[in-house]
T-cell receptor, first 114, second 112 residues
Framework: GEDVEQSLFLSVREGDSSVINCTYT??????LYWYKQEPGAGLQLLTY?????DMKQDQRLTVLLNKKDKHLSLRIADTQTGDSAIYFC??????????????FGQGTTLQVKP | GAGVSQSPSNKVTEKGKDVELRCDPI?????LYWYRQSLGQGLEFLIY????????KSGLPSDRFSAERTGGSVSTLTIQRTQQEDSAVYLC??????????FGPGTRLTVL
C-alpha cells in the first residue's frame, strides 16, 4: 500500500544547511509536498514538486526528487532558529479514486541551535 | 484572502459525549478534507468532499464518526459517544478540485 517514511529528528547549527529526507512507495503519485508545522499550529504549505520534475528551488528551499528511487529531499539553506518546527513530507495519492488525499510521513523535527 | 478556519480551537469533553467540529474552507474551493493527527497514528485521512459528489468516507475509523458539508461550503465533523482514543488534533483542508491543499489551524480534542 501507500507509505511515506521520514527520519524523526534533525539537529543543525544556525547558518548551516538542513536536509530532510523522505521516501515513498506509490509510483502513481502526481505531486509531492512539504508542509511545516510549528507548535500548536496547523500545517503550512512550504513547497511542492510535480512528479515529472527532478528539482525545484524557491528562495532558501530546494526540493530534489529521485523518482526512480522514490526519494524526496528538502534542503533549507542558511537555517535560522525560526525554521525550528516539524516538517512533513506528503504524497498526493494517485490511483483510480483520484480523491487527491494526502499520505503523510511521520514528520521530521528540526532543531536549530543558535 | 481568508484562509481555512476551524472552531473550536480546543474542545475538552467527557467520554461518551458527542462533539461537533466545524470547518470553514477557503471561499471558492470545491474540495474539503478532514484529517486526524494523533501521537500514535500520525496524520491520517478521514473524509473527502468534492462539490456535490458523494463523499469519500474511506478513512473514517468507526461508525461513530460522520461528517457533512452544507451548501458546498462549511463542514461539520461529528463524533458520537467519544472515547479516549478519539483524543487528537482534527485538521481540515480545502483545495480547488484536487489541487494543493491548504490547512486550517486544527481543533484539539481531549476526551477525559
Amino acid at each position: 500500500g501507500e507509505d511515506v517514511e521520514q527520519s524523526l529528528f534533525l539537529s543543525v547549527r544556525e547558518g548551516d544547511s538542513s536536509v530532510i529526507n523522505c521516501t515513498y512507495t506509490d509510483s502513481s503519485s502526481t505531486y509531492l509536498y512539504w508542509y511545516k508545522q510549528e507548535p500548536g499550529a496547523g500545517l503550512q504549505l512550504l513547497t511542492y514538486i510535480f512528479s515529472n520534475m527532478d528539482m525545484k528551488q524557491d528562495q532558501r528551499l530546494t526540493v530534489l526528487l529521485n523518482k526512480k528511487d522514490k526519494h524526496l529531499s528538502l534542503r533549507i539553506a542558511d537555517t535560522q532558529t525560526g525554521d525550528s518546527a516539524i516538517y512533513f513530507c506528503a504524497e498526493k495519492s494517485g490511483g483510480s479514486s483520484n480523491t487527491g488525499k494526502l499520505i503523510f510521513g511521520q514528520g521530521t523535527t528540526l532543531q536549530v541551535k543558535p | 484572502g481568508a484562509g481555512v478556519s476551524q472552531s473550536p480551537s480546543n474542545k475538552v469533553t467527557e467520554k461518551g459525549k458527542d462533539v461537533e467540529l466545524r470547518c470553514d474552507p477557503i471561499s471558492g474551493h470545491t474540495a474539503l478534507y478532514w484529517y486526524r493527527q494523533s501521537l500514535g497514528q500520525g496524520l491520517e485521512f478521514l473524509i473527502y468532499f468534492q462539490g456535490n459528489s458523494a463523499p469519500d468516507k474511506s478513512g473514517l475509523p468507526s461508525d461513530r464518526f460522520s461528517a457533512e458539508r452544507t451548501g458546498g461550503s462549511v463542514s461539520t465533523l461529528t463524533i458520537q459517544r467519544t472515547q479516549q482514543e478519539d483524543s487528537a488534533v482534527y485538521l481540515c483542508a480545502s483545495s480547488h478540485f484536487t489541487d494543493t491543499q491548504y490547512f486550517g489551524p486544527g481543533t484539539r480534542l481531549t476526551v477525559l
